[in-house]
């Protein structure tokens, strides 16, 4: 399933989904798209080469990442880190780039996901 550019949430079956949220090309400004894949092993998509994300606060929160599921990312530069930002609780956050990367920020953030639900 496609968002697109702008907000976005997706909300999965209980079969297996590919969540894509964003496409490479978006003209907003920031995008943050809240991806449920609900029941099955669900892929998550935040590779760079398709999405926008981790560039101008684009990124996605992943809301029920789980055994099975999958992030799919490109094989570049990635920062992940253990995060509490952004009032979400627990989770673990992938940045784009360690070059870019600062602490406590959204610049690079990619994507997120809670670890402990809530
Ligand atoms: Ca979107
Ligand atoms: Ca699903």
Known sequence: MFGGDGDDYLSGQDGPDIL?????QTSSTTQVDFL?????????VLDRQVTSYGHNGHYAV????E???LID???SDYVILPTSILGL???VAI???SLFYQPGTTESLVGLYKTCRQ
């Open 20 to 24: 894509i949220g964003s496409t490479f």
């Open 36 to 44: 449920n894949g609900g029941g099955g092993a669900d892929v998550f």
């Open 62 to 65: 992943i809301e029920d990442f």
């Open 67 to 69: 055994f099975g599921d």
């Open 73 to 75: 990312i490109d094989t």
């Open 89 to 91: 609780g627990t989770g």
């Open 95 to 97: 940045y784009g780039s």
